[in-house]
């Protein structure tokens, strides 16, 4: 089994950033993509940022230029830099893996709990 936690949200006043973690754990051969995905109330979750193996990132369109994702395949680690915070960032942030549990298996998906980011004055 694998889990993943996240951490760092918070309340932060608009302009302000804040840093999540997300920390894979359990059977892990191998994590293939990472991505941060996001939920506010009433809305569907929604992909803000995508790192594959090798480091590549993609962005959704609302948070290019303020957001960074990054990840440390050593220690099955994910990270987003949020800077510039608006109201709208306000939301669940989800962390998402595909995770290859050994050598003979195939990738399989799997989600954290959240972290809720408030950013309000």
């Known amino acids: 089994q694998v889990q993943l936690v996240e951490s760092g949200g918070g309340l932060v006043q608009p302009g302000g950033s804040l840093r999540l973690s997300c920390v894979a754990s359990?059977?892990?051969?191998?994590?293939?993509?990472m991505g941060w995905y996001r939920q506010a109330p009433g809305k569907q979750r929604e992909l803000v940022a995508g790192?594959?193996?090798?480091?590549?990132?993609n962005y959704a369109d609302s948070v290019k230029g303020r957001f960074t994702a990054s990840r440390d395949n050593a220690w099955n680690t994910m990270y987003l830099q949020m800077n510039g915070l608006k109201p709208e960032d306000t939301a669940v942030y989800y962390c998402?893996?595909?995770?290859?549990?050994?050598?003979?298996?195939?990738?399989?998906?799997?989600w954290g709990k959240g972290t809720l980011v408030t950013v309000s004055s």
């Open positions: 998402n893996a595909e995770v290859v549990a050994g050598i003979h298996y195939y990738g399989m998906d799997y």
């Open positions: 359990g059977s892990i051969y191998r994590i293939n993509g």
């Open positions: 790192i594959d193996s090798g480091g590549s990132t």
